[in-house]
């Protein structure tokens, strides 16, 4: 027997970002938006504790327990007194180390697919914590949908959001999320930098479904950071405008872009003329919200 949870990446339509706390992460206002992109995570019996990735960046994808998946199936079975005796299969298609909670997200739906398999019946309130000790986007994945995220992220209040389409330019490498915060840290370092708030305009644009509303109140406080550490992703903001996207802001803190598009024909077209343009390494069409982690039928 064997459980099989899907998953999807997220893109952050707001990512207000503050100074850095005493403990080094920084206190965020943030809305999540969770996107038809999916990884699957199978988890299933067996004597040791092993990890598997299949997909385009597999070879990317750490197989020790560095993988968010693998802890979260350890953080679990030493919660429930057992041993973690799984073998946990990622079918991987969300960029890896791209911006967009990949490693996240299979940490979320290792998390569910174990507890499943496991029969443990664990509590959603407590699931969600124990994806917060995995790290800040983790609970997102499992809820997904559209939340404000505060906190590190990890504080979650769902809001109401409109469908939207969306064409994420996958660049070449990835960016680590450490090293753009403290990019960030460095380029405001000798600012007053202010307390992150949820932008009303942005949430009543998500609400309203309509793109040309949401389009403008787009912001990614990461931005400068990533753009910093990659120029060379004006480029690609540049590619995706010129081919008629509404929007282009860096996904999370990169250095996949994400461009906001009015429709799936514009999404077509938007991601052709990414790919003719060689700024990026391949896209992704998705829209969203679409529902977080989620046990497929058997
Ligand atoms: O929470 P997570 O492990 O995903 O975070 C990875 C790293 O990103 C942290 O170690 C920290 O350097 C940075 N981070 C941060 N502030 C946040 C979230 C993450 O500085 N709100």
Same mark, same amino acid.
Not at 142 to 158: C, I, K, V
Not at 170 to 188: K, M, N, Q, W
Not at 250 to 273: H, I, M, N, Q, W
């Given at each position: 027997?064997?459980?099989?949870?899907?998953?999807?990446?997220?893109?952050?339509?707001?990512?207000?970002?503050?100074?850095?706390?005493?403990?080094?992460?920084?206190?965020?206002?943030?809305?999540?938006?969770?996107?038809?992109?999916?990884?699957?995570?199978?988890?299933?019996?067996?004597?040791?504790?092993?990890?598997?990735?299949?997909?385009?960046?597999?070879?990317?994808?750490?197989?020790?327990?560095?993988?968010?998946?693998?802890?979260?199936?350890?953080?679990?079975?030493?919660?429930?007194?057992?041993?973690?005796?799984?073998?946990?299969?990622?079918?991987?298609?969300?960029?890896?180390?791209?911006?967009?909670?990949?490693?996240?997200?299979? #940490? %979320?739906? !290792? &998390?569910? =697919?174990?507890?499943?398999?496991? $029969?443990?019946? /664990?509590?959603?309130?407590?699931?969600? @914590?124990?994806?917060?000790?995995?790290?800040?986007?983790?609970?997102?994945?499992?809820?997904?949908?559209?939340?404000?995220?505060?906190?590190?992220?990890?504080?979650?209040?769902?809001?109401?959001?409109?469908?939207?389409?969306?064409?994420?330019?996958?660049?070449?490498?990835?960016?680590?999320?450490?090293?753009?915060?403290?990019?960030?840290?460095?380029?405001?370092?000798?600012?007053?930098?202010?307390?992150?708030?949820?932008?009303?305009?942005?949430?009543?644009?998500?609400?309203?479904?309509?793109?040309?509303?949401?389009?403008?109140?787009?912001?990614?406080?990461?931005?400068?950071?990533?753009?910093?550490?990659?120029?060379?992703?004006?480029?690609?903001?540049?590619?995706?405008? #010129? %081919?008629? !996207? &509404?929007? =282009?802001?860096?996904?999370?803190? $990169?250095?996949? /872009?994400?461009?906001?598009?009015?429709? @799936?024909?514009?999404?077509?077209?938007?991601?052709?003329?990414?790919?003719?343009?060689?700024?990026?390494?391949?896209?992704?069409?998705?829209?969203?919200?679409?529902?977080?982690?989620?046990?497929?039928?058997?």
């Amino acid at each position: 027997m064997s459980v099989t949870v899907r998953v999807p990446a997220k893109v952050n339509v707001q990512l207000g970002v503050g100074a850095a706390r005493p403990d080094g992460f920084h206190p965020l206002a943030t809305v999540f938006l969770a996107v038809s992109l999916f990884d699957e995570v199978t988890a299933t019996p067996a004597g040791e504790p092993t990890v598997t990735c299949e997909g385009p960046d597999a070879d990317q994808v750490p197989l020790d327990r560095t993988n968010l998946a693998a802890r979260a199936a350890e953080a679990l079975a030493a919660r429930a007194g057992i041993e973690p005796a799984v073998h946990l299969h990622i079918a991987k298609n969300i960029p890896v180390a791209g911006g967009m909670a990949g490693g996240s997200a299979d #940490g %979320a739906a !290792a &998390l569910l =697919a174990c507890d499943t398999l496991w $029969g443990l019946d /664990t509590p959603r309130t407590e699931l969600l @914590a124990m994806c917060a000790e995995l790290g800040s986007d983790v609970p997102f994945s499992l809820l997904g949908g559209a939340a404000l995220g505060t906190g590190r992220g990890e504080l979650l209040t769902p809001v109401d959001a409109g469908s939207f389409h969306w064409v994420f330019a996958v660049a070449d490498g990835g960016l680590s999320t450490p090293a753009v915060f403290r990019e960030f840290d460095r380029l405001t370092a000798g600012t007053t930098v202010p307390e992150p708030e949820p932008s009303p305009e942005l949430l009543a644009a998500l609400a309203s479904g309509d793109p040309d509303r949401l389009a403008p109140a787009l912001s990614n406080g990461l931005q400068a950071a990533s753009l910093s550490l990659r120029p060379a992703l004006a480029d690609t903001f540049e590619a995706g405008i #010129g %081919a008629g !996207a &509404l929007a =282009a802001l860096v996904s999370g803190s $990169g250095p996949t /872009t994400a461009f906001l598009v009015r429709d @799936a024909e514009g999404a077509a077209k938007v991601a052709a003329a990414l790919e003719a343009s060689g700024t990026c390494r391949t896209t992704r069409t998705a829209s969203g919200p679409v529902p977080g982690a989620t046990v497929l039928p058997a």
